[in-house]
């Protein structure tokens, strides 16, 4: 034998691994070899494809990187010639045909069939592509191969049905004109049609007897060539379209001469132009943009393999059939098996979906033999494969062979439920139920619903875009939305469809209503992207802008209306409609406990108000890993106060009004430090630039050019009173204007900000400061457990750190300390932040009890990029062509960001063995960065209260991989 | 004997240990050890103090560290109490008192002197502080110790002389009260103002006669009672005074009882309380500031020593006296001798300046034989310290004695005159040459100055703040200035003085003229800072802001007019005058080709005009290292046709303007690469935000509002045709100003900008290439040798830079070649300017010919600091408070930035070997981050013009200190 090594028997290859064997031919391997019944057949490794492409592998790379750069259509297309010309001059690897002859005699040999002959049974092999990972409807496979003039009545005999043979020959050709050799399908369908119809017309009229001979028994038929009449009612109807198949065929040879050559007769030379074929596919655009888009790496799978297996026949008569078998329910996740099966059907005939396939029930009344072999085969591969399965089968006459198999694609709430039931059952280790759930898949079981007791009729259906339900008053456009937020709205921002220069009025939003676009639009994507819930092509919703209205079915809604959306459903209602605040329980509630137990990394929750408090609290939060102060200067009186602080003319006015504004928050912080009692809260002292908290200097002169226009009026008008009144107002705004201008900055990004407010007006950061320490204070006081961190941001120096601790937090803690007559024990921390706080950890950490990571600053530091701007402006681009794999402010950049999380770690915990390191950007619920940070040694992750359950899943897979020695899923 | 080792002769101590001896006592030690004569005594070590200090080190630390930071005056006078209530508590190290009362003992045996007894000669010592780095005036000396009412009249006998004895012993009694006892002095003074001018009235009278005959010998003198009047003429006078001087000398004793408690007459006594006071000196407030102020670390010096001396006198007579001498002239570096004499005074005389000293040509003439010792000796000192020497000597009746040397400061001429010439002697080897010359120095001898040959007469005269001669039309406000250079005009700004908010005006300004202010003012040190021409403190100029005028002497300047300042001496003249470009030569010349000779560090210039690479070639620079394209959109119509790429509405569009916008271009690139001709020019790519090359939003909103009120008024004349055009003014600018809000960023620093531009628009990178390229092409055929470099800015990931290659470089580059007919052989290289790109520098290094660390960009990322921001905003407070010790833009930040040009410099280097690594941050000119780069491994260095023969220094230097052996001065 001439082997090769690269052509495997389904006996023989080790199913385990997927990346030789492709997704496909593992699955027929591990069948065959735990004894389930399998056409025999074999499989070319991906090997065999890599060694196909192996000349001209390095030119490909490079067109493929090209392709990568998204570029013009004309461009692609010229790239997209020269990869087909490189296919042409690739070989298949030497001795290859020679190994897969010698298999098709074995397979002859093994199945007592014979391979394109005119007598005898004959064998006929699908040729199936399968690379390590499913690219649905990306790659190709051809049916019925071995199929020519012979073997078509060896087929007609042994078959004894030679409409069934002529039939696959006539689907074989077509098939192989179109994927084999390339050629345009239409002429094949125009040919196809005409004969249909020809067919059509003499069943109502020539043979109109027999065909309502038909109908009496199969209401449902309708004469079509590729139907086979029933030969015993309709005689002469089934001869008749045999012989218009028959000459379909001939029609088909010739159409085939005429733009390729002759049809190969010669089953080899089918079977090599089949292989090829095949590889090729693999470098097919289509499969190339599919990769590109799905972010397939060639670590994750590289090149095809292809699948020899012995045809087995669905379409054989009633007692055959085909059908996909799920050994649990796919939605609920229940054990009970369900799946799908079309009698008298090849598979092609299931995903046409022109037939209703039928029940399981109905196979097992029908079958029951058929049905239990298949109930015990789900068991058994349940096992093997400890997962959920996805079966194809298929029934020759009676008889059942398995054609794949691989783990069932499920909702959300069913791959919770079954992971815990089959640990329940002893097929799964805790570990390994953990391991089974996509951590994101959890965040869509925790999302607002509308109250299932409420009896509401939407006003309007759409696409469910983004869960969650929400209510708010109607607004159009997203300045709006955000100046009513501004004022403490609720709104629900209504566009006919959205762009990026709207994502401001998402935010603000409490969700987002379209009246256009789909799933993939970008409504749907920044809503999911920022966590809003969403309806998007709600297109009974006709949208007036200039009237500030919409309209649907009659009803119509202007601006300040109350709506409510539910992003889980798609309907949209008018009024406010009571939600229900999600609970963890049930299967999930079991499976987070078990997370709990497995995980190192420690989760907390972003909180910046109570409502986000108790509901991090619900979600198995630890504590508080990040509450921003900034949202409580939101109230008019105390941004009124905060004003005073940032425009006082000297430290003393500063000091007054400071302290003013400290005694109106302190009440915030005391209600938080409450509901968490007993766990830490991380409080972050100010942060943005103060300027930030100013009006702006355009909306300032506007004004100030409102005025006077006013003011030249009223002058006009001879109105002195009003000249000198506004005269006066003038002159006020103007010196704030001027005032604002002075502290306006060019990145305010990278200006005054942070701890360098805490630098220039320690006082600041003082009685922020005592107004956390007193609502700790009083809280002792009153016989609680308040645990109070805080936290100092933007340092890039332990100088810093040093500067704040001695003028501002230290003394006002020991102030408190002494006034309240109580012990505070208070950590001090600082954020990492900047990159050379990340550089010099090792001399910060000696002066702190803590770093927390704030990736979302990090990572614009560590790239230049302002986050607004980028995404704005460029990221789209940059994912698009290839330049960045992911968002780095969705995924932790590992390169990079990651980098310096990893040396500030390292070096942090060696210069101070009881640093706590945290991780507080929104990477913090990033199942991918989790797993990184629990690789970089990081203890603890602060998430948004509605990831809190993701990152607990997700860190205790970052654990149980560990443990088992699984790489991880980021830059690694 | 009980010896501590903490008190050391001078004859044993290691005189090269500076850093245990002080400057004082090393430079003592080793005059004794060459021969030289010496007054005997010891060192007290510098170890000595630091263990007086041990047991409340920590304390005294923690709070010089909050004195650091600058507190409020009140916080400060407690920090400064609390540090002279801890210096009580601290005590002498065990034993040291016994030891140097050996040491006295020994002392007089070996002078045979006796110490404070009354009978014998006695020994008189000066107690000197001493650190290892002068602090000129910080800390405290007492001369005369040992004098008490006994040893006073063994004074008298032995110097038969009781006027100078009970003199000396008056003196001595107030400083000690000042110094050691740290007595208020009023009372002192006010005692000896009383009896001085009673001496006074009484010689104007009674004594009138005696006065007379002094005056006629000593026309200047005048009867005070600290001058002795000659005894053979004025016998009565010379009594009287006496007799008044020992009343003085009870009056001091009867304060310092008063004050304190009896004046101590134990010479041993006095001698422990005046070694604590020079102990204590090291932590007196001044001393602490003066550190602070001057950047002195604990490693460059750590305490002071204590120098006991016996005490010579230079004024024992006309035979006596005290004087300094230069061993070659401070100002020019010529080899003569040059220095000063004052006979028949005390060290402390010559600092009063009352008396106008002798020149050295005197003293030979005098004394030919002190001259001549005087000489040798420093010839001597010349050998052992090879540098030019500063050195104190008195001569006591007739006798020379050596009291200090140390290396003179000199003028940078001299500086680098004497280096040189000292090699050619023989006494200097041309690496300890180049070691003897600050760099900064040299860059003082290049700066513009007035044409030597012009006669014109200043108006006005201040104070030479920085450096150059420049010439401008006057303008009163920054924001003038700011605006007139944009039309092109070169401009002075004028102002009384200047605040942080005028510093954009000092860029736009040729230079800046104040007439209030000193050398450290605002003005000055910003000016300096930034390399700009200044004359500060010009007070005779008055300003009138609101008339737009200055007068100075009767002439009235107003805006407009051309002024010349002359920074380095400090000349205001009107008109333009003109100037000449400094050339290196002479001495300079020199000793920068011995530096090319021993650096290995390329140096290059960044310049963006033909002057400016004139200017650099002649500097030696090695070619251009940073060419911006920026300056070159300044002309107005290419930008306009700039404004119209960026505005442009489609790809096509764009493409148009593009290409007209290169052809405008292509001439300049062609004049630098001829300018450079056979020296790589690196031009980088375009690199700004767009927008900011278009007006300001706020800018166009008010022409809108303006426009809208000539409209109001057009309307209300009813002139229809005027209300129409300027609708439609209106509309356009309305227009614009959406497209520049569409435009606008909130961190345009980080933003679309750089090869993000690139990515987004190719063909802007493409024919930017195509005009440099063509550029290069032309002059290749006109039988040049351009040497073209292209950098690409702001990457950040690998796949930015293969993207601009592919999709416009390398086609604009293949594109050229084919059209002309040429080879280019264009390197292809990448700033490391974000972080993100240092920390994937082993990716990048395998796409680029070279890396250019950018590290001005590079230092805001690492710190988020936006500098604009920082610098008004922050950066003083930051310093002043001791956050940070250099300005990171000035000196790079080794722990942070410079962390990641190592990283990036190694890895980078790894992965390509071939890489060539420079750096064109203004950095590249600053000789600290010159050491440190040469350290990192670079292969360049790309300053200003100005800067590259102090780059070639500085770079020589670290190869010269690494060749030693000897630690650089950056953060090593």
């Known amino acids: 034998m001439a082997r090769t090594g690269l052509v495997l028997w389904f006996e023989e290859a080790d199913w385990r691994d997927k990346k030789l064997l492709g997704g496909k031919g593992a699955s027929l391997a591990q069948m065959t070899q735990i004894g389930l019944p399998v056409p025999p057949g074999f499989i070319i490794t991906t090997e065999a494809c890599r060694k196909f492409y192996s000349s001209r592998k390095a030119e490909m790379d490079e067109l493929e990187r090209q392709l990568r750069g998204n570029p013009p259509p004309a461009v692609r297309d010229e790239i997209i010639k020269k990869i087909w010309a490189l296919i042409d001059q690739c070989d298949l690897p030497a001795g290859l045909m020679e190994d897969v002859r010698e298999h098709m005699q074995e397979l002859e040999r093994r199945t007592g069939k014979k391979f394109g002959a005119a007598d005898g049974i004959p064998l006929l092999v699908s040729v199936r592509s399968g690379a390590a990972l499913s690219m649905p409807g990306m790659m190709d496979t051809v049916l019925n191969l071995g199929l020519n003039d012979n073997s078509v009545q060896a087929l007609a005999k042994a078959t004894n049905n030679e409409w069934f043979a002529y039939d696959a020959y006539r689907r074989f050709i077509q098939m192989f004109a179109r994927i084999v050799l390339a050629l345009d399908e239409k002429p094949f369908n125009d040919a196809f049609d005409r004969k249909s119809e020809q067919f059509a017309r003499e069943a109502e009229t020539t043979y109109k007897d027999e065909l309502d001979a038909i109908r009496k028994l199969y209401p449902e038929y309708t004469p079509r060539l590729d139907a086979q009449p029933p030969k015993d009612i309709a005689p002469r109807l089934w001869a008749r379209s045999l012989e218009l198949i028959k000459e379909l065929v001939g029609e088909y040879k010739d159409l085939v001469r005429k733009m390729w050559g002759e049809f190969p007769q010669d089953p080899?030379?089918?079977?090599?132009?089949?292989?090829?074929?095949?590889?090729?596919?693999?470098?097919?655009?289509?499969?190339?943009?599919?990769?590109?888009?799905?972010?397939?790496?060639?670590?994750?799978?590289?090149c095809t393999a292809v699948n020899v297996v012995t045809m087995v026949f669905g379409n054989m008569g009633w007692d055959s059939g085909t059908g996909v078998y799920f050994t649990r329910d796919q939605s609920t996740g229940e054990d009970r098996p369900y799946g799908e099966f079309l009698p008298n059907a090849q598979g092609e005939d299931v995903v046409a979906g022109i037939r209703t396939p039928l029940g399981l029930d109905e196979l097992k009344k029908r079958m029951p033999e058929v049905y239990n072999q298949l109930i015990e085969a789900g068991k058994k591969l349940e096992q093997v494969n400890k997962d959920v399965m996805d079966i194809e089968f298929t029934v020759e006459r009676g008889k059942l062979y398995f054609l794949q198999n691989r783990p069932a694609k499920m909702t959300p709430l069913a791959r919770v439920r079954s992971a815990v039931e089959m640990v329940k059952e002893g097929l799964l280790t805790k570990e390994e139920a953990l391991l089974?759930?996509?951590?994101?898949?959890?965040?869509?079981?925790?999302?607002?619903?509308?109250?299932?007791?409420?009896?509401?009729?939407?006003?309007?259906?759409?696409l469910p875009a983004s869960p969650g339900a929400a209510s708010g008053q109607v607004v159009f456009n997203p300045d709006d939305a955000v100046e009513w937020a501004k004022q403490g709205k609720k709104v629900i921002l209504v566009r006919v469809e959205t762009k990026p220069d709207d994502v401001h009025g998402f935010y603000a939003a409490q969700g987002v209503l379209t009246s256009r676009g789909g799933m993939t639009s970008h409504a749907a994507i920044v809503a999911r992207a920022i966590g809003k819930p969403a309806v998007v092509g709600a297109e009974a919703i006709k949208i007036d802008y200039d009237s500030k209205t919409f309209t649907v079915n009659g009803v119509t809604v202007k601006e300040g209306d109350w709506v409510t959306i539910d992003g889980n459903s798609g309907s949209v209602y008018l009024g406010e409609l009571p939600t229900v605040t999600p609970e963890l329980g049930g299967w999930l509630d079991e499976l987070l406990k078990w997370a709990d137990e497995e995980r190192r990394l420690g989760v907390r929750a972003n909180a910046d108000?109570?409502?986000?408090?108790?509901?991090?609290?619900?979600?198995?939060?630890?504590?508080?890993?990040?509450?921003?102060?900034?949202?409580?200067?939101?109230?008019?009186?105390r941004l009124e106060a905060l004003r005073r602080?940032?425009?006082?003319?000297?430290?003393?006015?500063?000091?007054?009004?400071?302290?003013?504004?400290?005694?109106?928050?302190?009440?915030?912080?005391?209600?938080?430090?409450?509901?968490?009692?007993?766990?830490?809260?991380?409080?972050?002292?100010?942060?943005?630039?103060?300027?930030?908290?100013?009006?702006?200097?355009?909306?300032?002169?506007?004004?100030?050019?409102?005025?006077?226009?006013?003011?030249?009026?009223?002058?006009?008008?001879?109105?002195?009173?009003?000249?000198?009144?506004?005269d006066q107002k003038i002159a006020e705004l103007q010196g704030l204007y001027n005032r604002v201008k002075a502290l306006q900055e060019a990145n305010p990004m990278?200006?005054?900000?942070?701890?360098?407010?805490?630098?220039?007006?320690?006082?600041?950061?003082?009685?922020?400061?005592?107004?956390?320490?007193?609502?700790?204070?009083?809280?002792?006081?009153?016989?609680k457990r308040p645990v109070l961190e805080i936290m100092v941001p933007q340092v890039s120096d332990v100088n810093e750190i040093r500067f704040v601790k001695n003028n501002a937090i230290l003394p006002a803690l020991s102030d408190v300390e002494k006034e309240y007559g109580v012990k505070l024990n208070v950590k001090i921390g600082t954020m990492i932040e900047t990159v050379r706080a990340a550089l010099t950890a090792s001399e910060i950490a000696k002066e702190v009890d803590f770093f927390s990571f704030g990736t979302n600053d990090l990572t614009q530091a560590t790239f230049s990029f302002s986050r607004d701007d980028v995404e704005n402006k460029f990221m789209n681009q940059y994912l698009e062509k290839g330049i960045l794999a992911n968002d780095p402010f969705d995924t932790v950049d590992v390169k990079g960001v990651g980098r310096l999380v990893e040396i500030a770690t390292k070096e942090g915990?060696?210069?101070?063995?009881?640093?706590?390191?945290?991780?507080?950007?929104?990477?913090?619920?990033?199942?991918?960065?989790?797993?990184?940070?629990?690789?970089?040694?990081?203890?603890?992750?602060?998430?948004?209260?509605?990831?809190?359950?993701?990152?607990?899943?997700?860190?205790?897979?970052?654990?149980?991989?560990?443990?088992?020695g699984i790489r991880g899923a980021v830059g690694e």
């Open 268 to 302: 080899y030379v089918q079977l090599e132009l089949a292989i090829r074929a095949v590889f090729r596919s693999w470098m097919n655009p289509r499969a190339i943009f599919y990769r590109i888009a799905n972010n397939i790496t060639p670590d994750m799978a590289d």
């Open 436 to 462: 089974k759930v996509d951590p994101e898949q959890v965040r869509r079981l925790l999302y607002p619903t509308i109250d299932p007791k409420v009896k509401a009729t939407p006003i309007a259906k759409g």
């Open 609 to 637: 108000v109570p409502e986000d408090a108790m509901m991090a609290r619900k979600f198995g939060a630890e504590g508080i890993g990040l509450l921003r102060i900034e949202r409580m200067f939101r109230k008019p009186e």
């Open 645 to 726: 602080v940032i425009l006082a003319a000297d430290d003393k006015e500063r000091e007054a009004h400071m302290k003013e504004l400290a005694d109106m928050i302190k009440p915030d912080f005391k209600e938080m430090l409450d509901i968490m009692d007993g766990k830490p809260v991380v409080i972050r002292l100010i942060d943005p630039p103060l300027h930030e908290f100013l009006p702006s200097s355009e909306e300032l002169l506007a004004q100030i050019y409102d005025l006077r226009e006013q003011r030249e009026k009223a002058q006009a008008s001879g109105d002195a009173a009003k000249v000198k009144e506004l």
């Open 750 to 783: 990278m200006g005054h900000r942070g701890v360098r407010v805490g630098v220039t007006y320690p006082v600041i950061y003082y009685y922020l400061t005592r107004a956390m320490a007193e609502a700790a204070a009083e809280l002792i006081k009153e016989g």
């Open 909 to 964: 915990k060696e210069a101070n063995p009881k640093l706590e390191v945290g991780v507080c950007g929104e990477h913090g619920g990033d199942p991918a960065s989790i797993n990184f940070f629990h690789g970089a040694g990081v203890d603890y992750v602060s998430a948004s209260p509605f990831r809190v359950p993701v990152a607990r899943l997700a860190a205790a897979q970052a654990a149980v991989k560990e443990k088992l």
